[in-house]
């Protein structure tokens, strides 16, 4: 594109070079960002000006800017070195953080600079930048790349990204040449006219008249006394007539709280398309209409979308692709925790906390790491964020994500919410035979039910060597539906489980059997399990696992014998 806008422009002048090439970025574009200002600065010019967007990109990655020393010989050397490593073509050979410039500052420099970290606050954090998706985006594309209509679905639970899905894609199509109209059905108060009537002006509808735009009711011959109907069958010929002469691609978000007009919309551009398809299918038609329809929704693809694209056997069929946004890995999650704060100490165990705790939710990985921001529990020093667990809120469910996920769990029927109690009584991840036998269901019906909850994201599924294994969300959710159940009721799942690992050795060790004897409060018999397991792992070599458990079975050694605990304490020091 070579539109000279101010925005476009404006980033072309200080992009970094990958980033043209299609080279994953990282933070280093920053720092060259960084360098072509200061640069322009000093020199009182951008070297890579041109006239049009496409040169500005080529000098990007073709010259070399002049020297900073020919066009201004009094800057001190440091800042000249400073600026030419920023500005490199080829990152590697850039400073590895800001922090580094900031020690060359103070360690090269006879001034004394003023450099220190600023007080932490929530505006540290920097916004997650757009990870993973791939499969999904490589499906986004097909449909794009081919131009052909049809509707996408995108479906998943809030805060899994649907809108951030939608913003990314939308600057995809519109390099494939789509013309993008959006409508938020949460915004418009039930009245699906008022974003229709904003919209018509971007539309152009025909051939013979192509600048001109549509900007009310009235140029159509319309009124807003006119029957809903009316106005809904002639705004769908339009939108599908203007797709003809443009790739056309148009949102509807959050349709789970659309209302009525919304969904009657929607079928009634469907089926015009489908008319308009066939039409031009028997004239073979050179323009044929290339619209999209894509809809996102907390819930699944509804019947009635269902009905509306399978309704008449006469009719063009109009392709359906599904998208569901499902939660992040844990290596997407360590990418977002990058991207919003950087440098951390002890990352990879960081990591781990987050996506326990935010079960892999991009919006719960961002409001846990600002509730950990905002309890202290996660702090910046020298310019490192550290992260102190022991000042963790294990009550908290962060920001609106709490009441939403208590509607859930209230909105369940009886069998999952039993299987959820039980799920929440087991150590860590239980396997399908397990919660069979203390939930006392069949081994379909368990499943049905749990991939229910898998789809509400109260549950994740994971694949442990081929063999499934279920765990609630995160530990918040796990704690909140554990304290719920009454004690007695706990004193009688947990005695459940230890009669499952018992029976089946292979499936339960003797530590997580301990850890239910500790919550029955079996002090005795917790101490002989962990007793188990520590010389079970010393004798496997696993020596870190061993002394936790050894010590584990010391920490409930209460009316052992002192021989009992010299002998482990020997097993420890071995």
């Not at 109209?181 to 152009?204: E, P, W």
């Not at 208590?406 to 919660?435: Q, V, Y």
Request: charged content about 25%.
């Amino acid at each position: 594109n070579q539109s000279n806008t101010p925005s476009i422009r404006g980033s072309a002048l200080y992009v970094a070079p990958e980033i043209i090439r299609g080279v994953q970025p990282d933070y280093r574009v920053d720092l060259y960002s960084l360098g072509v200002t200061l640069y322009e600065i000093f020199s009182g010019s951008n070297p890579f000006e041109a006239t049009n967007v496409l040169d500005i990109l080529r000098n990007q990655l073709q010259i070399i800017p002049r020297p900073l020393k020919e066009i201004r010989p009094g800057l001190p050397n440091l800042l000249l070195s400073i600026v030419n490593k920023l500005t490199r073509k080829e990152r590697e050979r850039r400073f590895n953080s800001a922090n580094e410039i900031v020690r060359t500052l103070k360690n090269e420099s006879d001034t004394a600079f003023d450099c220190h970290p600023l007080d932490v606050s929530l505006n540290s954090r920097q916004s997650a930048r757009f990870i993973g998706r791939l499969k999904e985006v490589s499906r986004f594309k097909e449909v794009i790349n081919n131009k052909t209509s049809g509707v996408c679905f995108i479906s998943g639970t809030r805060g899994s990204g649907k809108t951030r899905f939608i913003t990314e894609m939308k600057i995809l199509a519109q390099i494939q040449g789509y013309r993008f109209i959006s409508f938020d059905c949460q915004s418009s108060n039930g009245d699906v006219f008022l974003n229709l009537r904003t919209a018509l002006s971007h539309l152009k509808t025909s051939k013979a008249s192509n600048e001109r735009t549509l900007s009310s009711l009235s140029e159509m011959g319309l009124t807003y006394s006119s029957s809903q109907k009316i106005i809904t069958t002639e705004l769908c010929r339009k939108v599908v007539s203007a797709s003809e002469n443009y790739p056309l691609m148009l949102c509807f978000e959050e349709l789970n709280v659309a209302a009525v007009t919304h969904h009657t919309f929607i079928a009634q551009l469907i089926r015009s398309l489908q008319v308009q398809l066939r039409s031009a299918k028997r004239v073979v038609s050179n323009n044929p209409p290339v619209l999209t329809i894509v809809v996102s929704s907390e819930e699944t693809e509804p019947e009635w979308l269902k009905h509306t694209l399978f309704k008449a056997d006469d009719m063009i069929w109009v392709p359906l692709v599904n998208l569901e946004m499902q939660p992040l890995n844990r290596h997407e999650t360590g990418q977002m925790v990058d991207s919003i704060l950087g440098e951390i100490h002890s990352r990879e165990s960081f990591v781990n906390t987050v996506f326990q705790y935010s079960g892999g939710i991009p919006l719960l990985v961002e409001e846990t790491i600002a509730q950990w921001i905002r309890g202290n529990a996660l702090k910046m020093r020298n310019y490192v964020w550290m992260f102190n667990p022991q000042q963790l809120d294990q009550g908290y469910l962060p920001g609106d994500i709490g009441g939403m996920m208590r509607k859930k769990i209230d909105s369940l029927g009886p069998e999952s919410k039993e299987l959820l109690s039980h799920l929440s009584a087991i150590f860590k991840t239980a396997r399908l035979g397990e919660l069979m036998h203390i939930s006392g269901l069949g081994s379909a019906r368990a499943i049905e039910l749990l991939n229910d909850l898998a789809g509400d994201q109260l549950v994740i599924v994971e694949n442990r060597k081929s063999d499934l294994v279920y765990r609630i969300a995160n530990p918040f959710l796990k704690s909140l539906v554990y304290e719920s159940i009454p004690k007695d009721k706990r004193i009688q799942l947990h005695q459940k489980i230890i009669e499952f690992g018992m029976s089946r050795d292979q499936e339960l060790g003797p530590g997580e059997i301990a850890w239910h004897y500790l919550k029955m409060e079996r002090f005795d018999d917790a101490f002989h399990c962990y007793h188990k397991e520590g010389l079970q792992r010393f004798e496997n070599s696993e020596m870190d696992e061993s002394i936790r458990a050894l010590n584990l079975a010391l920490d409930s050694s209460c009316g052992q014998t002192q021989t009992t605990i010299a002998s482990i304490e020997l097993t420890l020091a071995e």
